[in-house]
C-alpha cells in the first residue's frame, strides 16, 4: 500500500534508523501493518549477518514506535514532520527476531488524540506473535 519511498515522507528517521520497509494496510485512526525484513546487511550484524543472528528487542521496540507514528501521522493526514516522545512503553517479547525474518508490525490506536495517545502494538513471525508493546505518546508538529 505505502512504499519505502511514501514512508520517507512520513517519517522523520532515515537510514540506516529507518526501521519499517513498506505499509501494507491503513485504517485511518484505527490500524496500520508494516513490514520489517531481517536481513543480513542489517548495520546491527557488522560484517553481515548469520541466521542466527538475534535483531535486538530495542530496535524491534523502535519499529514499533516507527509503525505508531506513521499511524499518528496518516491518521492526522499530516506532511509536516512530527517529533513523537514516547512517555512509557510496557512490552512483552515471547519470540526473537533473525536475520531471514519478515516481521508484521500492527499498531492499533487504542487512544488518538491532537497531542496525546495510547498505541497497542503487536508484532507477528508468520502469524505467530512474537511481541506485545504498549506505547504511551506525545507528539508535537
Not at 494496510?25 to 501493518?33: A, H, I, P, V
Not at 514506535?65 to 515471547?94: M, V
Request: aromatic letters at 10%; hydrophobic letters at 45%; a neutral charge.
Amino acid at each position: 500500500m505505502f512504499s519505502i519511498e511514501d514512508i520517507k515522507r512520513v517519517l522523520p528517521q532515515t537510514f540506516p534508523f529507518l526501521l519499517i520497509d513498506r505499509i501494507i494496510d491503513f485504517k485511518k485512526g484505527e490500524s496500520l501493518t508494516a513490514v520489517k525484513n531481517i536481513t543480513a546487511n542489517e548495520w546491527v550484524f557488522g560484517d553481515g549477518g548469520h541466521p542466527c543472528d538475534v535483531f535486538p528487542e530495542t530496535l524491534l521496540i523502535e519499529a514499533a514506535a516507527q509503525t505508531g507514528l506513521a499511524l499518528y501521522a496518516l491518521s492526522k493526514n499530516s506532511c509536516a514532520p512530527i517529533k513523537l516522545t514516547i512517555g512509557k512503553i510496557d512490552g512483552f517479547f515471547k519470540e526473537q527476531a533473525k536475520v531471514g525474518d519478515q516481521l508484521k508490525i500492527t499498531a492499533f490506536a487504542t487512544k488518538m488524540m491532537t497531542n496525546l495517545g495510547y498505541i497497542k502494538i503487536e508484532i507477528t513471525l508468520s502469524d505467530l506473535e512474537i511481541a506485545n508493546i504498549d506505547l504511551m505518546y506525545s507528539a508535537r508538529r
